[in-house]
C-alpha cells in the first residue's frame, strides 16, 4: 500500500525561491537601483542568503510518499491532465522530474525531486503499485511567478513567458527560453532538460564568435539550429544586426520555430537586447522589461550586470527618438527603423499572448 505524504492535496506552491522572492522584494520596491552595493545582501550571511552562480534556480520540490513494501515497483506520475492520459502541454513534460530514492526519514519513506514547474497551474501527481493501485492528488502553483529553469550548474536560464502586456494578455510559458550558450558544460541531464522536458525546437544561438567554428548543436540533430549573429544595446544599428534583427522577428512569427531557445555566451547582453525588443513588441511596460533584463544579476555571481551599458543604449534612443515618451515606445520605433513590420509583429502577438 501506498501513503502519499507531500506535498498536502490541494497545496499551493511557489516556483520560486526565498533568494529570488528576496530580489522581487528589492526590485520592486528600487533598492536594487541605487548601484551594485544594493545587491550585497545575495552573499550577506545574516540575510541567511547563499551567493552562488544559480541564485534563479526554481525551487526544487520534494515530492514524499510511504510503501508498505519496499520490494513493490513505484511509478511516480505527475500530470496536468487529471486523467493522466498526456503531460498537459503542447511541446514536452509539465516538470523535470528526479529518480524516487529512500528517505532519510527511514520506515518506508521515499522522496522525489520535482523542477522546472509551470506557474499558475494545476497539477496532478500520484505513485502506483506493482499492482496497479494508486493514490491521486493535486497541487496549484503560485499564478504570474517568473520562471527559471534549473539544468545541471548552468545558470541564468529562463522562460520569457508570464509577462503583463498593456493589452491585459499575458505572454504564454513554454514558448519563448533565454540563458547561456550550452556546449561547455553540457551534460545528458541537460539534454533531457532541453529536450524532453521544455521539448525546444530552435536554438538561436546570438554569437558571432562561432560562425565558422561551430556547425551543429549538442542538443542533437532534430533540434533547428541557426547562427544568428547580433550586437548588443546602442550596436543594434550597425553592421548585421538589423539585418538578423529582422530574421529573428521572422522566424518568431513562425508557429513551427517553438519552443525556441535564443542565447548568446552568458545569456546577458545580446540576450538581453534580443529579449528586450521581443517585450516591447508585445507590450510588456517599461518597469518589466527593466525587471526581466535584472533578473540576469540575480542568477549570476555578476552583480548589477552591465547597467551603464543599458544606460547608453537609452541615452542613443531618447537622442534618436525624442517624440517616444516611454521606453516601450522607444523601442518599438526601433524595431521599425530595423525595418521589422506591424504585421510580423501582430504575428508575433497572437502567437505569444494569451
Keep these: 500500500m501506498i501513503q502519499l505524504l507531500f506535498p498536502e492535496d490541494k497545496r499551493v506552491i511557489s516556483i520560486q525561491t526565498s533568494i529570488l522572492r528576496k530580489f522581487d522584494e528589492m526590485e520592486r520596491s528600487g533598492k536594487n537601483s541605487a548601484g551594485e552595493s544594493a545587491y550585497s545582501w545575495m552573499g550577506d550571511p545574516d540575510n541567511n542568503i547563499q551567493c552562488g552562480r544559480i541564485l534563479n534556480a526554481p525551487t526544487s520540490i520534494f515530492f514524499k510518499w510511504k510503501c508498505d ?71 496549484d502553483t503560485v499564478k504570474n511567478e517568473y520562471r527559471m529553469i534549473r539544468a545541471d550548474e548552468i545558470c541564468n536560464i529562463r522562460d520569457v513567458g508570464t509577462w503583463q502586456t498593456s ?20 551534460s545528458m ?21 562561432v560562425v565558422g567554428v561551430e556547425f551543429d548543436t549538442m542538443l542533437g540533430p532534430t533540434i533547428n539550429y541557426l547562427q544568428i549573429p547580433m550586437l548588443e544595446y546602442g550596436d543594434v544599428y550597425n553592421d548585421f544586426a538589423p539585418e538578423n534583427i529582422r530574421r529573428i522577428f521572422a522566424l518568431l512569427s513562425d508557429p513551427e520555430t517553438y519552443p525556441v531557445y535564443v542565447h548568446c555566451a552568458a ?40 547597467r551603464p551599458l543599458i544606460n547608453s543604449m537609452l541615452k542613443k534612443m531618447e537622442m ?35
Excluded at 92 to 108: K, Q, W
Excluded at 119 to 134: A, C, L, P, T
Design 69 to 139: 513494501d519496499p520490494s513493490s515497483k513505484m511509478d511516480f506520475e505527475i500530470s496536468l491532465d487529471p486523467e493522466f492520459k498526456s503531460q498537459g502541454t503542447p511541446y514536452g513534460n509539465c516538470a523535470s522530474v528526479g529518480e524516487a530514492i529512500p528517505s532519510c526519514e527511514g520506515d518506508g519513506v521515499y522522496c522525489l525531486r520535482v523542477e522546472n514547474l509551470y506557474s499558475g497551474k494545476r497539477y496532478y501527481w500520484r505513485v502506483k503499485d506493482s499492482d496497479g493501485n494508486f493514490q491521486t492528488r493535486s497541487f
Design 167 to 186: 493589452s491585459g494578455k499575458r505572454i504564454k510559458q513554454g514558448m519563448i527560453y533565454r540563458g547561456p550558450a550550452i556546449r561547455d558544460k553540457f
Design 189 to 209: 541531464n541537460m539534454w533531457r532538460v532541453f529536450v524532453k522536458d521544455l521539448g525546444i525546437k530552435t536554438e538561436i544561438d546570438l554569437r558571432y564568435d
Design 267 to 306: 545569456g546577458a547582453d545580446r540576450t538581453g537586447t534580443v529579449i528586450f525588443l521581443i517585450l516591447a513588441a508585445l507590450g510588456v511596460s517599461d518597469d518589466d522589461i527593466i525587471y526581466e533584463y535584472n533578473l540576469t544579476s540575480a542568477s549570476c555571481d555578476w552583480v548589477n550586470f552591465n
Design 320 to 354: 534618436r527618438y525624442p517624440t517616444a515618451s516611454s521606453l516601450g515606445d522607444k523601442l518599438r520605433a526601433c524595431l521599425k527603423e530595423l525595418g521589422v513590420t506591424d504585421q510580423t509583429v501582430e504575428k508575433l502577438k497572437d502567437l505569444l499572448l494569451e
